[in-house]
Every structure is written in structure tokens, then in C-alpha cells.
């Protein structure tokens, strides 16, 4: 009977979360990452039978990292419950066996996205995380000397990013379910090897934090969740500290200048959270060493030197101007030594370059950087290569924008947002010809394709695919 309860009432908890936080609004279908664990076949379960969200579309998917003889016996069990449950199935088995959490993460992850990416645009990824698992990722990375940042751990989610709805249950919650539905699992023998750094957190170093301060667990879930309100407080704050303190000689408010003598004036703890975070928008990201760099050459470095740090971010000090860039060369050198700056310089800022695109059709160019990007776009659902893609009527919001990339883009992906100069470097974009390649943004502004890299599935659409816009997008040096 007690069981009974506790489960009822976790089915009605998941129900009323899911729908309270909006996490899945405007998803069609979901990508359900299984394991063959408690944790994952019960969201599995809550989602297929608990009423939680029955418009959804489920596909379960599952990566066999042949770490273990039995693992591609577990993944036909698997198979066979999904089928048993009337739920799509994705399997793939690493290439090797893992060799570190690390490897098996991306492994996973990039796995999940590309089921999400070929079912379409309104998917999903759906993990089976706890708060047991939050604790353990917070202890980890308190051990690891993170900051509020890093504290803030594993992120709750939204779609198209991975969503973590059971991040709120603990996992006691979610046995108790289990038991009293009969879920089937398997439990996985490496969970309980004590090499892996996980396992010693989980039935080591946490039950003995437990039994010396009782709600240690608790405790670290809710330091999860202050430092993510924290984080984004600060990075709130110090955005309007640097849209202040930014010179009318800016080039873009994604290259900033600074007057060094003011900056140089701000105690070191202020100073050194603001350097990191314009290092951050810029597309860097800053440790302890490049930071404490950075502190001192805003401080200490004469004029007519520059720093770069790891990411692709600069520096230079010219005339007591500060000048950040970020990566493939988007900031320009200084003019010589000898050149006095102008003592009202105009607060002009230059729009980038861009060809308006919108349908049915049309054509245009434009030269920026290294580059110059010819434009050409009709209905026409012919087969396309990195350079062309198709956009299904009602998969973007049009006009669409094609224009060069800034640092700081990032293009939404199924399983989270990934920087602009990332896809570049994956798409092998040499390093001279980066500074002006085209990405293309939707009328909201959100990019939605980067030419020479694959674009995500647009989904089949409504309508015929030769009513599909075609564009096409030449790039030449």
C-alpha cells in the first residue's frame, strides 16, 4: 500500500513538472536516452504510460560501448521491450570499447543528436539524470575546484537542448516506481567498478559525507541550483558593466575597447570576473592561468603588445586602448605607435554585410574578410551538397539573413549549442579563409545552417519538397 502511494504520487509529480516547466513546449517527438537501467527505463516508462506527455513521440536509443561481453545481449533485451512497449528503437555500438567517462559521454551525446537530427527539427533528447546524479556531478567538480559556474552542474534543460526531467526525483523515488510497476532493468556491472571516478563518488566518498552530515545529498542539489541563479545574475551585471565601460571606438560590441586606465583602476576581484566574461562572450574559455595572464597585462603591459589565449581571443594595448578580438583573425592590427589617437573618435558602427534572403527566389553577394559569398536561392527540391541546403515551408522563420559570422555565434543543435567556430573547425574552414565565412540566420536571428557544414534534418514539411527553398551559397577567396 506504501508503495503504492509513493509511486502515485512520483507519476503525478513527473506529470505536473514536465507540464510546469514548459521544458518540451513545441516538441513533436522525443529521443529517449536507455541504458537498460533503473533510472532510464522508468522515465522511459512515466513517459510511455504515465500520462505525461501523450503527444509525444517516442524513440528509444541506446550506444553499446562494448565494455563488456553481455552488453550486445543487453542491447537486444532492449530491443525487445521497446518493441514490447510499442516504442522506436535506435541502437548503435561504439566503434571500439570505451576507454573513459569522457569518451563515453561524446560518444553518447553525438550518438542521441544525430537520431534527433534525422526524425526532425521539433525532437527532443530526453536523459534519465536524477538528483542523486546532481550531487555526485556538484561533489566532483567541488573537488575539481570549480567556480559558481561550474557548481551549477547539470543544467535541467530545454528542448533542443538535452531535457532532464527527472533531475528533480531522487533515485529512491524512482525505485520505489519501479518496483511497484514491475519496470524491467538490468543493472550494469561497471557501475559498481570503483576505477571510474563516478562509482567511487556514489558508494564511497558521498555515503560517508552522508553519515557525517546528514542531508549532504540535499545540500549539494540546492548549491547546484544557487550557483546557475548566481551565474546568471552576475553574467547580467557584468554585460551592462562592459556595455558601459566599452569605448565609442568599439569596432562591434563583439570586439570591445577599453580606456586601460579605468579598467586598470577596478579592484582585482571586479577586474578579474569582468576580463573573464568578455574573454567568455568572445569565445574563449579562460582558466585560472589565462586568466591571471590576462589581469596582468591589463595592468602591467606597454603599449603595442598583444596577448592570445586559448580559443582565439586577443588583446592589444595600443595608446592606452585595449583592444579584444576573437578567433580567425577578426580583430585588425593597431595603427603604428606614432599615430595620435583622435580625441572625439565617431561612435560609428558599421552593419555587416548581408543578402536578405526570401522567397520565391533571387540572388546576391557580398566580400567581407577573407571572403567574397555569392548568394542564389529558388523553389526547387533538387538533391544539394554542404554548399546547398533545403528549408521545408514552415521549418524557419523567414526572411532569412545570410551574413558573416561573429565571434560568439552559435547555431542550436539537437543536443545543445555549439559555436560557430567549432563547426568550422569540424568542417576543416582554413584558418585564412575563416574571417568572413557566411552563416545563414533566420529571421529571429538564429542561425540556422552554416554552408560547408551539414545542416540538421528540416523535417519532410507539408509541402511538396519542389516547393522547398533551395539555397545555395558560393564562397571564393
Known amino acids: 500500500m506504501s508503495g503504492s502511494r509513493r509511486e502515485t504520487g512520483l507519476a503525478a509529480r513527473f506529470r505536473d513538472h514536465l507540464r510546469a516547466s514548459g521544458r518540451l513546449d513545441g516538441a513533436g517527438d522525443a529521443v529517449v536516452a536507455v541504458s537498460g537501467g533503473i533510472d532510464s527505463m522508468t522515465l ?178 540546492a548549491l547546484a541550483a544557487a550557483s546557475r541563479l548566481e551565474s546568471a545574475a552576475l553574467d547580467r551585471l557584468l554585460d551592462d558593466r562592459i556595455a558601459a565601460a566599452a569605448s565609442a571606438r568599439s569596432r562591434s560590441p563583439l570586439e570591445p575597447s577599453f580606456d586601460r586606465e579605468a579598467l586598470a583602476a577596478l579592484p582585482d576581484p571586479v577586474l578579474t570576473v569582468l576580463l573573464r566574461r568578455v574573454a567568455t562572450r568572445l569565445g574563449g574559455s579562460p582558466g585560472r592561468g589565462a586568466t591571471a595572464s590576462l589581469l596582468r597585462f591589463v595592468r602591467e603591459a606597454p603599449s603595442g603588445r598583444k596577448l592570445g589565449l586559448a580559443g582565439g581571443v586577443t588583446v592589444e594595448h595600443h595608446l592606452g586602448v585595449l583592444r579584444f578580438g576573437g578567433p580567425a583573425g577578426t580583430s585588425r592590427p593597431p595603427p603604428p605607435e606614432s599615430e595620435a589617437p583622435p580625441a572625439r573618435p565617431p561612435a560609428v558602427t558599421r552593419p555587416s554585410p548581408r543578402v536578405r534572403v526570401d522567397p520565391p527566389s533571387g540572388r546576391g553577394a557580398f566580400a567581407h574578410g577573407a571572403c567574397r559569398v555569392a548568394v542564389d536561392w529558388r523553389a526547387d527540391g533538387a538533391p544539394g551538397s554542404r554548399f546547398v541546403a533545403h528549408f521545408a515551408p514552415g521549418s524557419v522563420r523567414f526572411p532569412l539573413d545570410v551574413r558573416p559570422w561573429a565571434p560568439g555565434d552559435r547555431m542550436t543543435l539537437p543536443y545543445g549549442k555549439k559555436k560557430v567556430k567549432k563547426i568550422l573547425l569540424e568542417a576543416r574552414v582554413p584558418a585564412d579563409r575563416r574571417e568572413g565565412w557566411p552563416v545563414v540566420a533566420d529571421a529571429g536571428g538564429s542561425i540556422v545552417w552554416v554552408p560547408g557544414s551539414a545542416r540538421p534534418s528540416a523535417g519532410p514539411g507539408t509541402a511538396p519538397q519542389r516547393e522547398w527553398l533551395r539555397l545555395e551559397v558560393t564562397i571564393r577567396s
Open 44 to 221: 522511459l516508462h512515466l513517459l510511455r504510460f504515465g500520462g505525461a506527455a501523450p503527444s509525444l513521440t517516442l524513440h528509444a536509443a541506446h550506444l553499446d560501448h562494448g565494455m563488456r561481453p553481455e552488453s550486445a545481449a543487453d542491447a537486444a533485451w532492449l530491443g525487445e521491450t521497446c518493441a514490447a512497449w510499442g516504442v522506436a528503437y535506435h541502437l548503435r555500438a561504439a566503434p571500439a570499447p570505451v576507454r573513459t567517462e569522457a569518451e563515453g559521454r561524446e560518444l553518447r551525446y553525438g550518438f542521441l543528436a544525430e537520431v534527433a537530427a534525422g526524425i526532425g527539427p521539433d525532437t527532443a533528447i530526453l536523459t534519465g539524470h536524477t538528483a542523486d546524479d546532481q550531487a555526485e556531478t556538484v561533489l566532483f567538480r567541488i573537488a575539481r575546484g570549480s567556480g559558481p559556474r561550474g557548481l551549477g552542474a547539470i543544467r535541467p534543460g530545454r528542448s533542443p537542448s538535452p531535457v532532464r526531467p527527472l533531475l528533480p526525483f531522487w533515485r529512491a523515488e524512482v525505485g520505489a516506481y519501479a518496483a511497484a510497476h514491475g519496470v524491467p532493468h538490468r543493472e550494469d556491472p561497471s557501475n559498481r567498478d570503483l576505477r571510474w571516478t563516478r562509482n567511487r563518488l556514489r558508494h564511497e566518498v558521498l555515503p560517508a559525507l552522508e553519515a557525517a552530515v546528514p542531508g549532504t545529498a540535499s545540500a549539494l542539489v
